[in-house]
């Protein structure tokens, strides 16, 4: 008779610290495989290591705290057996698989979150192509709720990248698009300085050739039209690399 109690109290107890841990389903849809990368803010734990293999077509499954924020990205074309840095020909982090705080070296797309499970309040998140650009991600909670969804692009920003913003490998192959701040480093495009408000620093023709492409992520520092998207908190996200239809002329809204 004392057995169910017993277990009963153990499923409160340890149920009840999962209650407080949010799930990423990070999906990788791209051709290819990536190095998902995590960083996280000044006083949060670690989470996935800091960063991991996914290959193609795979899932990981990763927790966080209720309360955690950091970013999200993900690394292309690693080769952690050279001895050459970067190892990764985008978003390398120190030649380190596990990023242990850094963040990848832009031009990167990055998944931006913070969680606030515990205090009432919704969760935010965006997506930033403020230093660059190297592959599409969406990002949902696990309903696919639409005022909680960051579609991919419309275009693969890759193939329209201006000469004077393309980040090529070894090949000469185009394998990310900088930012016209991370290119030029002018205060114009950097929104610093004289420039440091929404009132001075206005879309360029490199932020416009952004948003053109990705419609709904933030194409330099003070675009007002890509959303944060502001969303119940959820206890579980849905993070997709290389949408389905990536590479083709359509959205890249499915997962």
Known sequence: MEFFP???????????????????????KCPFPIWPGTASNTGQPVIADGGFYLASGDTARI?????????????????????????????DCDGRLACNGLVGTPPVTLVQFALQGNTGKPDFYDVSLVDGYNIPVFV???????????????????????????????NWEVVACKSACLAFNLDSFCCRNEYGTPEKCKPSVYSKLFRDACPSYYSYAYDKQAPLVTC???????????PSSWGAGGSHSSV
Do not use: D
């Not at 209720?66 to 985008?90: H, Y």
């Not at 005022?147 to 275009?155: H, L």
């Open 140 to 170: 949902s909670n696990r309903q696919l709720t639409p005022k909680c969804t960051i579609n991919g692009c419309n275009k693969n920003l890759k193939n329209s990248c201006p000469p004077e913003l393309q980040v090529v490998n070894a």
């Open 6 to 28: 017993a277990m009963l109290w153990l499923f409160i107890l340890f149920g009840h610290g999962l209650a407080h841990q949010v799930t990423f389903y990070v999906h990788n």
């Open 63 to 91: 927790s966080a705290p209720w309360t955690w924020s950091g970013r999200i990205w993900a690394r292309t074309g690693c080769n952690f057996n050279s001895n050459w840095k970067p190892t990764c020909e985008t978003g």
């Open 232 to 242: 119940p908190s959820s206890n579980e996200y849905v993070i997709t690399f290389c």
